[in-house]
Nanobody, 123 residues
Framework: QVQLVESGGGLVQPGGSLRLSCAAS????????MGWYRQTPGNQRDTVAT???????NYADFAEGRFTISRDKARNTMYLQMSSLKPEDTAVYYC?????????????????WGQGTQVTVSS
């Protein structure tokens, strides 16, 4: 089992910055990829940014140039540095991890989600 715990959310003024953290613990196995997603009430969960095991990153158009995803493998922690925040960035931000483990003589892949952290951008 794997646990993902997000932190760093809060209230910030437009134009401000926040850094989200996602601490992973448990049977991490091989972390194929991790990512940040966000969701507002009544809407689907959207991809913000992802990072794979080799450090390759991808960003949603709205995040490109403003957000930076990174990962500290030694600390089993992923980060999302957000700057130039806008009111439309207000959402619950979720951490996700895709992990592969040896199980039953083969390799199995599992998806895990954190509980989410609220980011509110408002003056």
């Amino acid at each position: 089992q794997v646990q993902l715990v997000e932190s760093g959310g809060g209230l910030v003024q437009p134009g401000g910055s926040l850094r989200l953290s996602c601490a992973a613990s448990g049977n991490l196995g091989w972390v194929v990829a991790m990512g940040w997603y966000r969701q507002t009430p009544g809407n689907q969960r959207d991809t913000v940014a992802t990072i794979n095991a080799f450090g390759n990153t991808n960003y949603a158009d709205f995040a490109e140039g403003r957000f930076t995803i990174s990962r500290d493998k030694a600390r089993n922690t992923m980060y999302l540095q957000m700057s130039s925040l806008k009111p439309e960035d207000t959402a619950v931000y979720y951490c996700h991890a895709q992990i592969q483990v040896q199980e039953g003589g083969g390799i199995k892949s599992y998806d895990y989600w954190g509980q989410g952290t609220q980011v509110t951008v408002s003056s």
